[in-house]
Structures are given as structure tokens and as C-alpha cells.
């Protein structure tokens, strides 16, 4: 992903290593266009470098803002998806590790036979804890209770 920095004029710019991200995102690139990619990749790196609007950009997501500024999304399609995907993987890695880490404090020892639903049900209360806390136990006993008849009120 820092193949893509903008930073220094593209200095760390490396195709190699942007091939090998679109190889790992066989979904989104068809054999086709990985193909195109390396092509637009050319194409891209001398344009971007010759381009004085692109120079002292910070970081890929100033690269994102610019190229669509100026239009250069729509001319270096792939690339752009490139850079959008490089832009969502941290945020989608993070969210799978705070999950996994959740479930480790989830599940214990007492808990190691639990369902499948009660272990998901109580992994999204925990990962959603600030939002639960903002719930009454009293909305949450009247809903319950509507639910349907029971033989006493809550």
C-alpha cells in the first residue's frame, strides 16, 4: 500500500508490488484487467508525476481527493480501485481484530459450550456496549413484555 504514496514525488512507487495488491483481490480484478493495470500503471505514475497538482499531497487519501478533483479517477479506473481498496483495508482489518478480540473475552472458560447464537448475541453487546448503555431496562422490559402473554407483569 505505500507503493501508492504520493509523498516525494511518488518515490517509494512500485509496480511490482501494486500488481502483487491486485493479486490479492481476485474478486475485484478480473484476469483482464490485471492485465490493463499493467498498462494504466505506466500511464499513471508519468502522468501523476508531471502533473504539478499532485505534488505535496500527504497521503493516499489526499491522492483519492485529488484524483477525483481533477478527474483522474474516471482515466485510471483500475488505479483508482487500487486506492480505494488500500483505503478500506485498515479500517476493515481493525474491525475483524476488535471482533476477534471481543469474542476472546466472550468466551470463557464457564461459556465454552455456548450456541452459536448466544455466542454471537453476546459478542455484539459487548462490541456494542456504548450504544446498549444508552438503553433502559425498562424499554427493554416493556418490549419484552409485548412480545406476547405472559403470565405475570414484568
Same mark, same amino acid.
Given at each position: +500500500?505505500? #507503493?501508492?504514496?504520493?509523498? =516525494? ?14 493479486? +490479492?483481490?481476485?474478486? %475485484?480484478? $478480473? /484476469?483482464?484487467?490485471?492485465? !490493463?493495470?499493467? =498498462? ?7 502522468? &501523476? *508525476?508531471? =502533473?504539478?497538482?499532485? %505534488?505535496?499531497?500527504?497521503?493516499? #487519501?489526499?491522492?483519492? *481527493?485529488? &484524483?477525483?478533483? $481533477? ?28 471482533? /476477534?478480540?471481543? +469474542?476472546?473475552?466472550? !468466551? $470463557?472458560?464457564?461459556?465454552?459450550? &455456548?450456541?452459536?447464537?448466544? +455466542?454471537?448475541? #453476546? ?5 456494542? !456496549?456504548? @450504544?446498549?448503555? *444508552?438503553?433502559?431496562?425498562? #424499554?427493554?422490559?416493556?418490549? @419484552?413484555? !409485548? &412480545?406476547? $402473554? ?5
Amino acid at each position: +500500500m505505500s #507503493s501508492l504514496s504520493p509523498r =516525494d514525488n511518488f518515490s517509494s512507487f512500485n509496480k511490482l508490488n501494486l500488481l502483487k495488491l491486485a493479486e +490479492m483481490y481476485p474478486y %475485484d480484478f $478480473t /484476469f483482464d484487467e490485471k492485465d !490493463k493495470l499493467i =498498462d494504466e500503471l505506466g500511464h499513471y505514475i508519468s502522468n &501523476m *508525476k508531471k =502533473d504539478s497538482r499532485f %505534488d505535496n499531497l500527504n497521503g493516499v #487519501s489526499d491522492l483519492a *481527493k485529488r &484524483m477525483v478533483e $481533477t478527474r483522474k479517477h474516471i482515466e485510471y479506473q483500475l488505479v483508482y480501485r487500487l486506492i480505494k481498496l488500500s483505503l478500506v483495508l485498515p479500517v476493515a482489518t481493525a474491525s475483524v481484530e476488535r471482533s /476477534f478480540s471481543s +469474542m476472546k473475552l466472550v !468466551k $470463557t472458560e464457564l461459556r465454552n459450550r &455456548m450456541g452459536d447464537g448466544y +455466542m454471537n448475541d #453476546s459478542c455484539i453487546c459487548y462490541i456494542e !456496549k456504548e @450504544f446498549l448503555q *444508552k438503553v433502559s431496562v425498562e #424499554s427493554v422490559m416493556q418490549r @419484552f413484555q !409485548k &412480545m406476547k $402473554t405472559r403470565r405475570q407483569q414484568l
